[in-house]
């Protein structure tokens, strides 16, 4: 045996991350079900570093120093049982199997009891930043047993992203940890881009603008505050030609947005969790409109608008969506650090803020200068009740307030959809409300249903029973 560690699935992503191991020194036994792609990795790269070509999963755990670690990359859900199931018998008390892929990070729990018992490790590893981040450095965020972590750790440094010499991966907690935060990551990444599609809809129904002068909007964005890998991928994205029929490429792809499911995912855990995450699910949901082609075309039929442009000056407008994508950018990501906070007290993992913020800030899509800011304000108050209160952001959110009132103005009156725009909105004004009419609705509650109320004059619980013929209303404590 002699190799540090072992690898299993060699499609793109696990491909790359055993290049990305091998480049930074590690011997790496590599293997996959279709020997031929083993056979290809191998031959193609193997003077990027010492690779140790496997056929088999018997030949994989031989060639690992013990305690032994495995990734395994394959597509996730039954596949990745499959081969956990092959790999369990012939592993060794202490080894460790690590699920690189995308997991939801339920399954990575029950994976990880079923090890448990047999004396194995499991972990599950979020890896974001796509094919790129995996071969060139990705964010890693780690969720497994310390002992997992201690033997994970050298290999898991060398090959993350670096930011201010600080590798951009963590060991974030427990079991499903790390799939867990890397599942809000990525939906965290629906409402960024879904708030930057917005802007860049704006843009062009509103102030008229062509794709190419919205690419110069964006690289001039990229320069401050809202400096990042998006921000900076969309002016190239917006300012790139179709070959074919030399248009803006923008207006030859089809407008249904799709989806892998790490959004819903994480909507869905978050109606659990009973966290408000609405810049995340407007996001969603925005997605899922999208794709309702049949209903869009029936409902253009019906109702057809085109976007009414309006009277606006050109530069006051264009600031005022900056200053709204940033305020909503801040709820979105307010919004996202809640959940983490609560799926952690929920699971039990003692997940820390700053951390996250801080490995996100290379490798990973949502990178950007911001997640400064994020790292700073937990580390000033690690117990922050939200991100919102913080002095940087508050100051963003109220320096900008007008301005979004004003471009969700403009939206609605022009017809141009930003559910993520109005819904942060909400959320903002919502949070800072003296009083809410959920008053209203708990005294609805306990009208029809008897479900009680607490009282803003008094502590305890008291349902009223109404008036009725003959007799008198009358409150009740519980
Ligand atoms: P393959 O090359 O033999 O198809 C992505 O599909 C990766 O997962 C590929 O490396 C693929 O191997 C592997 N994979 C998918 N299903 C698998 C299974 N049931 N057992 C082993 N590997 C599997």
């Known amino acids: 045996a002699r190799a540090t560690i072992g690898l299993t699935g ?14 930074n020194g590690h011997t790496i036994a590599v293997h996959n079900r279709t020997t031929a792609k083993m056979t290809a990795l191998v031959d193609e790269f193997g003077d990027e570093g010492d690779f140790v070509g496997c056929e088999s999963l018997e030949d994989l755990v031989a060639a690992i120093e013990r305690p032994r670690a495995i990734l395994v990359m394959v597509k996730a859900g039954e596949a990745t049982d499959a081969v956990v199931d092959e790999l369990v018998p012939l592993l060794d008390e202490g080894d460790i199997v690590v699920d690189a892929g995308n997991a939801h990070y339920r399954d990575t729990l029950r994976r990880q009891e079923a090890l448990e018992e047999k004396g194995l490790h ?118 790139h030609t179709d070959a074919e029929t030399g ?46 082609t049949e209903q869009r075309a029936a409902a253009r039929e019906v109702f057809s608008t085109t976007p009414e442009s309006a009277d606006v000056d050109r530069d006051t407008f264009v600031d005022q969506v900056r200053a709204a994508l940033y305020a909503s950018k801040v709820v979105a990501y307010a919004q996202g650090f809640d959940q983490i906070a609560a799926g952690a007290e929920e699971h039990g993992w003692d997940i820390d803020l700053g951390e ?53 103005v403009a939206a609605v009156r022009g017809g141009v959809p930003t559910p993520a725009f109005s819904s942060s909105l909400a959320y903002f004004d919502g949070l800072r409300r003296d009083r809410l009419p959920a008053a209203l609705i708990q005294a609805l509650r306990d009208d029809f249903g008897a479900h009680t109320y607490e009282r803003v004059d008094r502590d305890g619980t008291f349902h009223t029973r109404w008036a009725e013929e003959g007799k008198p209303e009358e409150q009740v404590e519980e």
């Open 10 to 23: 060699l499609a793109t992503m696990g491909r790359n991350l055993a290049r990305n191991i091998a480049r």
């Open 122 to 239: 499991f972990v599950g590893m979020g890896v974001s930043g796509g094919e790129e981040g995996a071969l060139h450095g990705p964010s890693i965020m780690v969720g497994g047993s310390d002992h997992a972590f201690e033997v994970l750790q050298p290999v898991v440094e060398s090959i993350a992203a670096v930011v201010d010499g600080t590798p951009c991966s963590a060991h974030i907690g427990s079991d499903g940890a790390g799939h867990f935060v890397k599942m809000v990551h990525n939906g965290i990444e629906y409402a960024d881009m879904q708030l930057i599609a917005e802007s860049y809809d704006l843009l062009r129904s509103v102030l008229g603008l062509e794709p190419t002068e919205i690419a110069d909007v964006f690289d001039e964005w990229n320069g401050g505050d809202l400096e990042s890998f998006l921000i900076e991928m969309t002016a190239v994205v917006l300012r």
């Open 247 to 292: 248009k803006p490429f923008v207006d030859v792809v089809r407008d249904a947005a799709e989806q892998k499911g790490t959004g819903r995912w994480t909507v869905q855990d978050a109606l659990d969790l009973g966290v408000p995450i609405t810049g995340i699910a407007e996001a969603t949901f925005a997605r899922s409109l999208s794709g309702h």
């Open 356 to 408: 996250v913020a801080t490995i996100w800030r290379g490798g990973c899509i949502i990178r950007a200068q911001f997640l400064d800011r994020i790292r700073e304000a937990y580390s000033d108050e690690p117990d922050l009740t939200t991100l919102l209160t913080t002095p940087y952001f508050a100051h963003a959110v109220t320096d900008g307030a007008d301005a979004w009132r004003e471009v969700v």
